[in-house]
């Protein structure tokens, strides 16, 4: 795990969202799976920054997002395929066909999660981008009994519910979500994880540092070859 400790989120945008620059110029047709949360805002603000420069082009690039509510509208403001399009999409030429989403509305969710993992399994994420919740969740697969494989309809956890109900003023925050697996999460060829503040600090810790177990599901990427963390000093103070 090559781990960077930065002064503030800024920083942290700056050097994750070079790190995709640098890979999409290399590879135009990368397959990036991305996340949702506050960490990742500064990552996207450098990219489509570089775009608006004419340093990058995101036409060829292909996305799948790790995660979506349940039961949402996906015109909703709070949906992820929302909050996608506002953070990133909306400011870059990538094309709505290659940006992918589990669809938490879907009537059938187990064929659903099945679709999705066949085409995360065809396309093959060269670079996977992760938040991490306060309770070492990645995606939204929360600590659990077991680590999971692949996607799935998962029951939030007050953690969760308590850290992101402040994004939903008039509808009450959805308690289901579909989530990748952390098996598909773990077969990404690349992972960049960013972690921002003290709320964090206990979970950086226990991700790196710690046993690994699907308490902390971070924890598994202590077995994966290729992982860089950028986190600031907040989050890396209990290291
Ligand atoms: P945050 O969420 O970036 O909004 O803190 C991260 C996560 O829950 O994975």
Redesign the pocket.
């Known amino acids: 795990m090559e781990i960077f400790i930065m002064d503030n989120a800024e920083e942290i945008g700056k050097a994750a969202g070079k790190l995709f620059v640098d890979a999409i110029n290399k590879k135009p047709n990368i397959v990036l799976g991305l ?1 949702t ?4 805002v500064p990552t996207y603000q450098y990219i489509y920054g570089e775009y608006q420069k004419g340093n990058v082009s995101l036409r060829d690039v292909v996305t799948y997002n790790l995660d979506e509510y349940v039961d949402l509208p996906k015109s909703d403001k709070n949906s992820y395929y929302s909050f996608m399009h506002t953070e990133l999409f909306d400011h870059t030429d990538i094309r709505e066909e290659n940006v992918h989403f589990l669809d938490g509305n879907a009537a059938d969710v187990e064929a659903e999660c099945k679709r999705y993992d066949e085409a995360l399994d065809r396309a093959q994420v060269d670079i996977q981008l ?4 306060r309770n070492g ?2 995606g939204f697969n929360e600590p659990s009994i077991c680590f999971t494989k692949g996607a799935f309809k998962v029951k939030l956890t007050q953690s ?1 519910i308590s ?1 992101n109900s402040m994004y939903f003023n008039e509808n009450p925050m959805p308690h289901y979500a579909l989530t990748m697996g952390v098996g598909s999460i773990m077969k990404a060829k690349k992972i960049v994880l960013v972690a921002t503040g003290s709320a ?1 600090a206990d979970a950086m810790a226990a991700m790196i540092h710690g046993e690994v177990t699907p308490v902390c599901p971070a924890s598994i990427l202590q077995f994966h070859h290729d992982v860089v963390v950028f986190m600031d000093k907040d989050a890396a103070k209990l290291l």
């Open positions: 996340a949360g506050a960490s990742p992760l938040g991490i919740g969740h990645i969760t850290a964090k």
